[in-house]
């Protein structure tokens, strides 16, 4: 299993006129989350669209739990569970500085060729590196 960390500090803009995080911002979030964990195991997103591999987001979930405001520091955890093949799907959850769940949810990523956009399975660059957590 893959499981990674990773902080942000809520800014302004991201924020509504009620002064809280607007709700399309933890999706956001998410894919901040997931692509640091990419990188910090050695497959960013550049290296795997440099092999002909685009990773599309398929599906997103996500429960809102408590709001966030400007200020707040943001724990974001992404974990994959199961080896990805044909996609990925990414759990998440994001914990406000008090250690609190403020929301928590899944991302599922195909993978498809560059050129035919067509679905291919997980690609060798991205498999022999992410068998290691398996």
């Known amino acids: 299993m893959i499981v990674h960390e990773t ?3 809520v800014r302004y803009y991201e924020t509504d006129l009620m002064g809280i995080v607007h709700h399309s911002n933890y999706v956001r ?3 901040c989350g997931r692509i640091a964990m990419l990188e910090d ?3 960013p997103i550049s290296k795997i669209e440099e092999s002909g591999i685009m990773l599309p987001v398929v599906s997103v979930e996500c429960h809102y739990k408590l709001p966030t405001k400007m200020g707040d520091r943001l ?3 992404s974990k ?3 080896m990805p ?7 998440n959850e994001i914990y406000n500085q ?3 769940l403020v929301c928590d949810g899944a991302v599922t990523i195909g993978f ?6 067509k679905p291919t399975r997980a690609p060798k660059i991205f498999t022999d590196i992410a068998e290691k957590y398996f």
């Open 80 to 82: 994959v569970e199961k």
């Open 29 to 31: 979030y998410f894919e």
């Open 41 to 43: 195991i050695g497959i």
């Open 112 to 117: 498809i060729h560059s050129d035919s956009r």
């Open 75 to 77: 724990r974001i955890v």
């Open 7 to 9: 902080f942000l500090d």
């Open 98 to 100: 008090d250690g609190l």
């Open 85 to 91: 093949l044909a996609k990925m799907v990414i759990k």
